[in-house]
């Protein structure tokens, strides 16, 4: 909509790292939309004696009000102009604005506020160095020892101990005991996959806590190096990024609850908590979450560091595979978050 004229009444910047335009979006919005919500409120309503979208338009103005036109007029303006407000005034912001109109009559301005969270400004520290410095003092992580191994084993026989029981919790007895678990043989083995006897799937077993070990190293590894670059930093953080988090982190926390076959209102009337008392516990973390996701999306910026359009388009076909009704936008959104802050780390973990 290359004719998109307003005026900027005011910019001012709110707390929490929000900040609000004032726009006009001018007199003729009513004149410019009329036909179209016309159209639109015709296709919308049903009046006895005529069809859906062959009202006739005196019909319909009666039926609905000549405000409801002026109101349908004010949406269809404030949808096109917002988005052209927002990028030539504002580019640095996150989620979607808050849109609230202040004045809204036939033959007066139409002015909007448009409210926005902003990123802040994020000051790095010498990333380059704190990184070698961590790096420098990680140790490799060893392969699995044989006791690793055998307490591997142990939990698997407890998990079938507990399936066979139809999901109830061992007690703490139960925890520290073995004989009355599934006795180790290779038929047992045999259950698990495509092994020919119990030593084979013990050795596979090897290298599963073996890789699990590299994992949990290179997190550990990780969330050193962002906890050092962090460290000190102050920063005013957008609500709307630590609401977000936090929706997160409850996510988590009832898929964690539900996984041990617990019901997530058994466990809060348990502990004598309800979840807003969680998510007030949860917010300093939240906070450092957030504080190092923005770190490391300054670093990518600084940087220039970009995942190829390969793989995020191999990633989104994969995704939406198996996530039928997700938006393609908010998958594409998701999948370049996670293969940027991937690619960071590999960054930071070179140096």
């Known amino acids: 909509m290359a004719d998109t004229k307003y005026e900027?009444?005011?910019?001012?910047?709110?707390?929490?790292?929000?900040?609000?335009?004032?726009?006009?979006?001018?007199?003729?919005?009513?004149d410019k939309y009329r036909t179209r919500a016309?159209?639109?409120?015709?296709?919308?309503?049903?009046?006895?004696?005529?069809?859906?979208?062959?009202?006739?338009?005196?019909?319909?103005?009666?039926?609905?009000?000549e405000f409801s036109v002026v109101e349908e007029c004010a949406r269809m303006a404030v949808e096109e102009a917002v988005p052209h407000i927002v990028m030539e005034n504002e580019r640095d912001t996150l989620g979607r604005p808050s849109v609230?109109?202040?004045?809204?009559?036939?033959?007066?301005?139409?002015?909007?506020?448009?409210?926005?969270?902003?990123?802040?400004?994020?000051?790095?520290?010498?990333y380059k160095k704190i990184s070698a410095e961590v790096n420098a003092g990680a140790k490799p992580p060893e392969e699995a020892s044989e006791k690793e191994v055998d307490e591997a084993l142990i939990n698997i026989r407890r998990y079938l101990k507990q399936t066979s029981e139809q999901g109830k919790m061992a007690d703490e007895k139960q925890k520290t005991e073995t004989e009355n678990l599934p006795e180790l043989t290779d038929a047992l083995a045999?259950?698990?996959g495509n092994f020919k006897n119990l030593a084979e799937f013990r050795e596979n077993l090897r290298r599963d806590v073996s890789a699990d070990k590299k994992r949990?190293?290179?997190?550990?590894?990780?969330?050193?190096?962002?906890?050092?670059?962090?460290?000190?930093?102050?920063?005013?953080?957008?609500?709307?990024?630590?609401?977000?988090?936090?929706q997160?982190?409850?996510?988590?926390?009832?898929?964690?609850?539900?996984?041990?076959?617990?019901?997530?209102?058994?466990?809060?009337?348990?502990?004598?908590?309800?979840?807003?008392?969680?998510?007030e516990e949860w917010t300093e973390h939240a906070k450092k979450r957030v504080t190092m996701e923005l770190v490391i999306f300054e670093i990518s910026k600084k940087e220039n560091i970009m995942p190829a359009e390969e793989m995020i388009e191999k990633e989104v076909s994969h995704l939406k595979d198996h996530l039928k009704d997700a938006s393609e936008?908010?998958?594409?959104?998701?999948?370049t978050n996670m293969l940027t802050k991937e690619k960071v780390f590999e960054f930071l973990e070179s140096i």
Request: glycine share 6%.
């Open 8 to 30: 900027i009444k005011e910019k001012r910047d709110l707390p929490e790292s929000m900040t609000e335009i004032v726009a006009d979006l001018g007199y003729d919005f009513y």
């Open 38 to 65: 016309v159209a639109k409120l015709n296709s919308e309503i049903s009046l006895d004696g005529f069809r859906k979208g062959y009202v006739p338009e005196d019909v319909l103005v009666k039926a609905l009000g």
């Open 100 to 126: 609230s109109i202040k004045t809204l009559a036939k033959g007066n301005p139409l002015i909007v506020s448009i409210k926005l969270a902003k990123l802040p400004k994020i000051e790095l520290p010498d």
């Open 190 to 192: 045999q259950t698990f």
């Open 216 to 246: 949990k190293s290179k997190e550990k590894v990780r969330l050193h190096i962002v906890e050092e670059l962090t460290k000190g930093m102050k920063m005013e953080l957008p609500k709307v990024l630590v609401d977000g988090e936090l």
């Open 248 to 279: 997160r982190m409850e996510s988590e926390f009832k898929q964690d609850i539900i996984r041990f076959g617990v019901k997530v209102e058994d466990y809060l009337k348990q502990a004598g908590k309800s979840l807003q008392n969680l998510r």
């Open 329 to 335: 936008d908010n998958l594409r959104s998701f999948v």
